[in-house]
C-alpha cells in the first residue's frame, strides 16, 4: 500500500536487520531440534497454525479481547470525522473503526494489512482527549497500519512461539511418556531441548521488543508530521501516561497482553531494566523526539 506517509528508511532497515536475525536463529535452532527431536515437524507444524489464526485473525482476537465492537459514521460520527480527515490527508483506505467501553485511555489498530484494518478507540481515550490530541493519537495507529507493523510483529514474534511450545512439547511427552522412556539419556534429552528452547525464546524476545521500541518512535514521528502538530500528540501522551496509573487493576490486566498494539502501554514507568523489555520507549524520550520534530517544523516554516 502506498500513502502519504513518509517512508521511513530506519525502520524499514531495522525490520529487515530483526528479521534478518531472527531468520538465523530460526534455522540454528531448527538444526538443533531436529538433532535431538524426531517429532519437531509435529511441533512446528502446531506453532505455524497459531502463527496463522494470529496473522489472519489478529483483528477479531484482539476486539474480542477489548471489548470492542465496530461503529458507524452515525454511530460516532466525530471519530469517523478525525479517521475520515486522516485517512485522506494520507492517502490511504479507511481502516474499520471500533469502540471499547472502557475507561482505560489508549487506542489501537490491527490486522493482517491496510484493507483489514481496525483502529479501535477506548471511550476512556475518547473522554480524556481533545480532537486535536485524538486526531494526534490516531495518526500514530495509521502510521501502524501504513508501515504493516502488526504484519511484522506477528511474522517476527513466530520463533518465540515455537519456542515455547517446544519447551512445553518436551515436558509433556517425558511427564507422560511412559515409565520405560524415563532413563538418564531422556532427561538429558529433556535438558537440553528445554535450555536450547528457551535461549531461543529470550534472544528473539529481547530482539522483537527493541524492534517494537523503534517502531513506536517512528509511528510518533509519522503520526506529527501528518498532522503537523507534534505538540498535540505529545500532549496527548502526557495525559493518557499520567491517567493510566489511577486505572483499575483489572482492565489494566486486561490490557497488559495487548501493549504491544497500543498507544501507549498499560504500564507505569519501571527500572532500567523493565524498559529493556518494554515494547513502547520511555514517554521522556518519546516526548524529547516529539520536540525534536516541532523545532524542525518550526525552522521549516
Known amino acids: 500500500m502506498r500513502s502519504r506517509f513518509a517512508p521511513d528508511r530506519q525502520l524499514t532497515a531495522r525490520m529487515l536487520l530483526t528479521m534478518f536475525l531472527l531468520g538465523l536463529l530460526y534455522v540454528a535452532f531448527i538444526a538443533v531440534l531436529i538433532a535431538l527431536l524426531k517429532s519437531v515437524v509435529v511441533v512446528v507444524a502446531i506453532a505455524g497454525a497459531l502463527l496463522g489464526a494470529q496473522y489472519w485473525f489478529s483483528d477479531r482476537i484482539a476486539l474480542y479481547a477489548m471489548h470492542g465492537h ?31 467501553h472502557m475507561d482505560l485511555p489508549n487506542a489501537f489498530a ?9 483502529v479501535c478507540v477506548t471511550t476512556g481515550l475518547q473522554r480524556r482527549l481533545e480532537t486535536d490530541e485524538l486526531e494526534g493519537a490516531l495518526a500514530h495507529e495509521l502510521s501502524h497500519v501504513a508501515h504493516r507493523d502488526v504484519a511484522v510483529i506477528t511474522i517476527a514474534s513466530f520463533l518465540g512461539v515455537i519456542a515455547g511450545l517446544i519447551v512445553r512439547f518436551a515436558f509433556y511427552s517425558q511427564l507422560f511418556g511412559g515409565r520405560d522412556q524415563r532413563d538418564q539419556n531422556t532427561a538429558v534429552l529433556l535438558m537440553a531441548v528445554m535450555a536450547v528452547s528457551a535461549l531461543v525464546y529470550a534472544i528473539s524476545f529481547l530482539l522483537i521488543r527493541a524492534l517494537s521500541r523503534y517502531r513506536e518512535l517512528a509511528a510518533d514521528r509519522a503520526g506529527a508530521m501528518l498532522t503537523g502538530k507534534p505538540s498535540a500528540l505529545a500532549s496527548a501522551l502526557t495525559k493518557v501516561s499520567g491517567d493510566i496509573a489511577r486505572i483499575p487493576t483489572e482492565d489494566l490486566r486486561t490490557a497488559q497482553a495487548f501493549n504491544a498494539f497500543f498507544f501507549t502501554p498499560a504500564l507505569g514507568p519501571g527500572t532500567a531494566v523493565a524498559n529493556l523489555f518494554s515494547t513502547h520507549p520511555r514517554l521522556e524520550r518519546r516526548l ?7 523545532a524542525q517544523l518550526g525552522k521549516a516554516a
Open 288 to 294: 524529547e523526539a516529539l520536540a525534536e520534530i516541532s
Open 70 to 100: 465496530l461503529v458507524t459514521a452515525e454511530e460516532e460520527p466525530q471519530l469517523h470525522g478525525v479517521v475520515d480527515r486522516l485517512c485522506a490527508a494520507a492517502d490511504m483506505p479507511k481502516p474499520r473503526v471500533a469502540v471499547s
Open 110 to 118: 490491527t490486522g493482517r494489512n491496510a484493507n483489514h484494518a481496525v
